[in-house]
C-alpha cells in the first residue's frame, strides 16, 4: 500500500505546477535588500524578469534582466525567488514514535496506516545560479525546494491489547483512531517530507482504557499534493 501511495505520489507531483519555474509573481532581492515582487517569464533561451510594481501601475514593463542558459552576466550574484501559496495535501504517516507511558516503554510504531489531510502556508524556493563546467562552460541551473507549515486530521489505526489498557482487556485488535496535530513539512524537487507532532484519540468504547488517549506522539510522514 506505501509503494502504491509512493507512485501515486510521484505521479500527482510531476504534474503540479508547484514544482516547476513556471510563468507568474514571485519575490526577490534583485534590486534591493528588502523583497520586492517582480514578474518572471522563464523560457529555454532566457528567464526574463518585470518590474511587477510598473506592471500593477500601467508604466513601461520594458525587460529589466534576462538570464541566457549558456552565458553568465558580467554583474550577475546568486538569486533565489519564492512564491508563496496554501498547501492542501494527503499526508500518510509512515512512523510513530510513542514516549513512555505509566511505566510502559516508549514505542516505535510503523505497521498501521495512518492518513491525514493536510492545510498549510507554503513557500517555494528557485534559486538560480551559474556553474562552470570542466571545458569553461557556464551553465544557467535552477534549483527548487520548499517548506510549509500547518495542521493536519484523519484516521489511523492503532494496536489495542492487554499490555497498552494496563491489563484491563483480554484481547487484541487495531483499533479505530483520530489523528490531529501540526507538522512540518521540506520538499526537495518532487519529494515532500514531514515531520508532525500529534495525538491519538481512540474511537471505541476503551478509549478510557488506552494509556496513548491524547498523548502526543512524534512521526515522519510522506505528502501528496492535492493542489
Not at 518532487?190 to 484519540?201: A, S
Request: some cysteine; glycine content about 8%.
Amino acid at each position: 500500500m506505501t509503494l502504491a501511495f509512493l507512485w501515486a505520489g510521484c505521479q500527482t507531483l510531476r504534474n503540479s505546477p508547484k514544482y516547476s519555474f513556471a510563468e507568474g509573481y514571485y519575490s526577490s532581492r534583485l534590486y534591493h535588500k528588502k523583497r520586492k515582487k517582480v514578474y518572471i517569464v522563464p523560457s529555454d533561451d532566457s528567464i526574463r524578469i518585470y518590474s511587477a510594481k510598473r506592471i500593477s501601475r500601467g508604466a513601461d514593463t520594458a525587460l529589466k534582466l534576462a538570464f541566457p542558459p549558456n552565458a553568465r552576466p558580467a554583474t550577475f550574484n546568486d538569486y533565489n525567488f519564492r512564491q508563496l501559496s496554501l498547501d492542501f495535501d494527503v499526508l500518510n504517516l509512515l512512523c510513530k514514535f510513542r514516549p513512555s507511558q505509566k511505566g510502559f516503554p516508549p514505542q516505535f510504531n510503523n505497521n498501521i496506516l495512518n492518513a491525514a489531510l493536510y492545510l498549510g502556508r507554503r513557500a517555494d524556493v528557485y534559486q538560480l545560479r551559474y556553474r562552470r563546467t570542466p571545458l569553461g562552460a557556464d551553465r544557467r541551473t535552477i534549483t527548487h525546494y520548499g517548506y510549509s507549515f500547518g495542521v493536519f486530521a484523519g484516521f489511523g489505526g492503532a494496536h489495542i491489547d492487554e499490555y497498552v489498557t494496563r491489563n484491563a482487556l483480554a484481547v487484541q485488535y487495531d483499533g479505530l483512531v483520530q489523528i490531529a496535530g501540526v507538522a512540518a513539512i521540506v520538499g526537495i524537487d518532487r519529494v515532500n517530507f514531514g515531520l508532525n507532532i500529534g495525538v491519538d484519540h481512540l474511537l471505541d468504547g476503551n478509549r478510557r482504557l488506552w494509556i496513548y488517549q491524547g498523548k502526543p506522539w512524534l512521526g515522519v510522514s510522506i505528502g501528496l499534493n492535492l493542489n
